[in-house]
């Protein structure tokens, strides 16, 4: 077999154009950083490259679910850690008004002292954490406690003498009182 000028011609053009093509492509994997830039360069390799950043994006998530879970937990740890604080000193006021040697203004202080606790333990339970309320149950955006009331009834003569609320005056359950009630009388 001859070799003719013109078939050593095409043979040096097919390898120039096959350098050319490889050389593109190292170039554009240099120039992206990427060595697979069509799923059609490695179909295998693009199917692991896509398992992967699936895997990297989900552990993004879980990194910043553990995050935000962490904060959450600290947060309500420190408001429970108050409460139980603030709960411990009513349990000494308590203690404190059960005296029967309490004048009716230091039971007064005591009541007033009881009234401070309640609205701190109020604001603890409206505890929030970045506009969600930690203590809202399935209802975040809304404050889980409203402030109490409180309203105290004066006792009065009949009350005192009696030992017995009247219809008139209520009196709110909870109210440190040093009057004990006597049992009804029979007639």
């Known amino acids: 077999m001859r070799i003719t000028n ?5 043979s040096l053009q ?5 350098s050319l093509g490889e050389l593109n492509t190292v170039q554009r994997q240099i120039s992206t950083g990427k060595k697979l830039t069509d799923f059609s360069d490695d179909p295998s390799g693009a199917s692991q490259s896509l398992a992967l950043r699936s895997a990297l994006a989900d552990n993004s998530q879980y990194q910043r679910d553990a995050d935000s879970a962490k904060s959450y937990l600290s947060a309500a740890d420190g408001a429970l850690l108050s409460v139980s604080t603030v709960v411990q000193s009513a349990r ?7 005296n029967s040697s309490q004048s009716p203004d230091s039971l007064k202080a005591l009541s007033s002292q009881v ?5 701190q333990v109020t604001q ?12 809202g149950g399935t209802q975040t955006k809304t404050p ?3 402030p109490l009331r409180i309203t105290r009834a004066t006792p009065s003569r009949s009350r005192q003498a ?5 219809p008139s005056r209520p ?3 909870g109210v440190l009182s040093s009057a004990r009630p006597s049992p009804p009388s029979s007639r």
């Open 6 to 10: 013109s078939l050593q011609y095409t």
């Open 14 to 18: 097919t390898n120039i154009e096959t």
């Open 92 to 98: 000494q006021i308590a203690v404190q008004g059960a």
């Open 115 to 119: 009234d401070g606790i309640i609205q």
């Open 124 to 135: 603890l339970a409206n505890t929030d954490l970045h506009g969600t309320y930690l203590f």
């Open 144 to 146: 889980p406690s409203t």
């Open 162 to 166: 009696s030992g017995r609320a009247t």
């Open 171 to 173: 009196v709110r359950s």
